[in-house]
């Protein structure tokens, strides 16, 4: 069974900084991504960022220059650093992984962290 634990979400003030980690736990596969998706409220969940087991990455376009996503595979941990945060930034983040299991490849989610910016 995996599970993922999520955790830095808060209420920030715009231009602030925050770090959001998300840790899994069971059987990790190797081949891997981890990854964060944001849904804001009356919008469609949208990938933020993400990075593969081999330190790859994936940054949207709004995020570019000011989301850091990193990973730590020892502790299968993946981090999210948000710099200079805009009130458009305000969504509930989920963590995600991808595993290839065999022939499959099987996802999972965590239960989400709020992130709030405003003045």
């Known amino acids: 069974q995996v599970q993922l634990v999520e955790s830095g979400g808060g209420l920030v003030q715009p231009g602030g900084s925050l770090t959001l980690s998300c840790a899994a736990s069971?059987?990790?596969?190797?081949?891997?991504?981890m990854g964060w998706y944001r849904q804001a409220p009356g919008k469609e969940r949208e990938l933020v960022a993400r990075?593969?087991?081999?330190?790859?990455?994936y940054t949207g376009d709004s995020e570019k220059g000011r989301f850091t996503i990193s990973r730590d595979n020892g502790k299968n941990t993946v981090y999210l650093q948000m710099d200079s945060l805009k009130p458009e930034d305000t969504a509930v983040y989920y963590c995600y992984l991808g595993l290839l299991m065999g022939v499959n490849w099987r996802e999972y989610w965590g239960q989400g962290t709020q992130v709030t910016v405003s003045s």
């Open positions: 069971g059987s990790i596969a190797s081949i891997n991504t």
């Open positions: 990075i593969t087991a081999g330190g790859n990455t």
